[in-house]
Every structure is written in C-alpha cells, then in structure tokens.
C-alpha cells in the first residue's frame, strides 16, 4: 500500500443525501444558487456558470468555476465536508474580504444532487490541486451514519488560479435549461450583482435587470423599532409582463430569503391596491439572517412569518405597500386628469 495516497471520509447516511440534497433543491437554478454562494463566501471576485445546450444529451455536464480563496486537504477534511458545520459560529460572521457570509448550516455542497448523480469538486490553493467525487449511488448505499471514503483524482501540483470548480455530471434534468429564464431568475437571487461579484452564464455577464419604470423610489435606509436596520426601493411599472417581477424581493446578506410575487402577505381590499399588479422592489434585511432562531427556509425560497420579529417586519412591509399604492392611485388619477383637460379642454370648465 502506497503511504503517500490520502483520502477524505464524510460522516453521511444515505437518507441525508434525499432530505438535504435531492429533495431540497430542486431544478437548476437553486441548486447553482448554492455553489454561488459558496463563490460569494470565498471572496470570489468572478464565477462562471456554464451550462450546455442538451442537457438531456449523454456525458453533457454544468460547470461552475469561481476564482476564491480555494481549499486546502485540511480544508475541505474538516470544514467543507463536514454536513452542518456552523461556518458563521467558528470564523465569524464576515469573510476576510469583509463580505456578509451567505454560508449558514454547512450542506450546499449536496446542493448539486438536485439535478445531478455526481459532483465533482476541484479545489485549488497555494498552487495544489486537489479534487475527488461526491457520488449519489455510492452514498446512497450507507443505510446508517457511516464514514464515506473519498477517493482522491487528483492531488498535486497546479499551475491554475485559486478557486473552486464544481462539474454537476450524470444530470437528472427532464428538459433543456432555458437560458434566458435561468438568467433572469438567477439574477434575482442575488443583490450584490453589478457591484461586488462578477457572475457569468455561458459567457454573458448577469446583470440586474434594466427595468422601464412609471415611477421608482431608490434606496432608502431606515432602522425599524424592534426589528433593525433595513434597505429597500421599490417602483411601479408601466407593465409587468413577467409574474416574478410583481412585488418585493426580500434579501438577507446579499441573497433572496423570499421569492416573489410577494406583498408581505397583503389581504383585503385598500385604497389603490390595483397597484400591486405594477409594483415591483427589492428589500434588503439582514437582521432576518443574524439570529440563532432560523427565520429562513434552507433553499432561501420562504421566509418564517409566525415569530414576533417577522410579524412585525410584515407590518411593516404591509403599510409601506399600502402607502406606495395610494401615492401610485394619486399619480394615476391626477395624470387622468391632465390627460383629460388637454383632450378635452373646450368641455372642462363646463364638467
């Protein structure tokens, strides 16, 4: 036996990989989400996503490429392989590059198994490779809480960047990605694109969407009483073509902690409410993510609305619309108004 050959081992039981992996995340968007983040965390300043044009075709796979910091052997042993490891609880709650780390509850390497049988990870530090396979069949096998040894491809020197390199292959998707959507709902996702991270789909930069707006409100900071600091805009388009655009998107460091359409769960009939069809905004709300309690869902798709932190971040959020949409009906009707006078100026004293 080779005494120079190492391997890794993760602690896993087949079970986990379904709860955590292949149930959690489903379909190509929040399962490439994961490995972004994982880039945002790593100080990455590029990633490129690059996804084929069959995904259904044998031997295609999807490639994520970021330029971090890399992992070492020990590294990836004791920290990225460790399912639940409390990233945020050991080396703090900002990154040496001083970003908000995204990474909370240590399983978005499994995110992959959302659309793939085996992940190949690639890590390269200090001018060394390293690089080994996450294999679904195979870790499907441990009934039990058992140590998956990880065979190592690779384990040597490197001429490459720094980084990490994720290759999603034996893909389990039903239909080709469309990219444009993909795009689009990835760009969603995050709010630090255009200024601290450079993400790119197929060789495209992803760039926040270039909306044409009725109105818009840019950003605004407020400190709400009992629940902290928030950032937030909003705007009213002419129209909303796309339903994912209608309402606020809520971010928590950077990344979505509600999807939309969402109103801050909005009921009953208001002065303007028909402005809810055209309004459109972002709100970034860290405190959602500082707590021990979690407040948000682990695929970053719901927010937990039955505490008494978040019922009052609701209210809040509901009298923010409910303001927006009056101010919008004011606007509508005064422009109603002008409209009418100038068509119909001979009539107006009279009606």
Not at 185 to 196: G, I, N
Request: neutral net charge; hydrophobic residues 35%; proline residues 2%.
């Amino acid at each position: 036996m080779n005494e120079d050959v190492r391997n890794l081992k993760m602690s896993v039981a087949g079970r986990f990989i379904d709860l955590l992996g292949n149930q959690m995340y489903g379909g190509p968007v929040p399962s490439i989400a994961e490995f972004i983040a994982n880039a945002w965390d790593a100080d990455a300043q590029r990633v490129d996503v690059t996804i084929p044009q069959n995904v259904k075709q044998q031997n295609e796979k999807i490639v994520i490429r970021d330029y971090g910091f890399g992992m070492t052997f020990d590294e990836l042993q004791n920290f990225y392989l460790q399912i639940g490891y409390e990233k945020r609880k050991l080396t703090g709650n900002e990154t040496p590059g001083g970003r908000p780390v995204m990474g909370r509850k240590g399983i978005g390497k499994l995110a992959g198994f959302g659309i793939a049988q085996k992940i190949l990870i690639r890590s390269i530090k200090n001018k060394h490779v390293i690089s080994f396979y996450l294999d679904y069949n195979e870790i499907k096998k441990y009934k039990h809480v058992d140590d998956y040894i990880i065979k190592l491809e690779e384990d040597t020197e490197s001429t490459e960047d720094s980084g990490v390199e994720i290759v999603l292959e034996d893909l389990k998707l039903n239909k080709n990605i469309n990219i444009d959507s993909f795009r689009k709902s990835m760009a969603r996702r995050f709010a630090m694109l255009d200024t601290r991270m450079n993400v790119f789909i197929n060789g495209e930069r992803l760039l926040s969407e270039n909306l044409n707006f009725e109105y818009k409100k840019d950003w605004v900071v407020e400190n709400i009483p009992e629940i902290g600091k928030v950032e937030y805009w909003f705007g009213f388009l002419s129209t909303i073509q796309d339903p994912e655009l209608r309402g606020f998107t809520i971010f928590a460091r950077e990344r979505t902690a509600q999807i939309t359409p969402f109103h801050f769960n909005i009921t009953g009939g208001f002065n303007g409410q028909v402005g809810l069809e055209y309004f459109t905004g972002q709100v970034k709300a860290d405190f959602l993510d500082d707590k021990d309690e979690d407040l948000i869902s682990t695929d970053r798709q719901s927010i937990n609305w039955n505490t008494d932190l978040t019922m009052k971040f609701q209210k809040w959020g509901q009298d923010l619309i409910k303001r927006a949409c009056r101010d919008w009906k004011k606007r509508k009707d005064a422009k109603n108004i002008e409209l009418f006078h100038h068509n119909y100026g001979e009539f107006f004293e009279r009606i």
